[in-house]
C-alpha cells in the first residue's frame, strides 16, 4: 500500500515540475516573439516576462504544495 501511495506522489510531484517548466517556457517564448516584434536595444520582453513567469511558477508551485499539505493533514484528523 505504501509504495502505491509513494508512485501516486512521484507522479503528482512530478507534474509539478512539467507545470513549472512549461510555464517558464511560455513566459520567455511570449518575450522573445514580442521583442521580435518591438525591437529595442536590449531584450527587455524575454527578461521581463522570463522572470515574470518564474516568479509565477513559483507561486504557482508554493499554492498547490500548501493545498498539499491542508489535505494531508485533514485525512490525518
Known sequence: MS?????????KYSTFAIQM???????AY???YLDG????DKKWF?????ILS???ALFNLL??????EEKRKS???
Open 54 to 56: 518564474v516568479a509565477l
Open 75 to 77: 485525512n490525518e484528523n
Open 63 to 68: 499554492r498547490q504544495l500548501k493545498k498539499d
Open 46 to 50: 524575454t527578461m521581463i516576462l522570463t
Open 37 to 40: 516584434q518591438f525591437p529595442a
Open 3 to 11: 509504495d502505491e501511495r509513494g508512485f501516486k506522489d512521484y507522479v
Open 21 to 27: 517548466g512549461v510555464t517558464v517556457f511560455l513566459g
Open 30 to 32: 511570449l518575450g522573445k
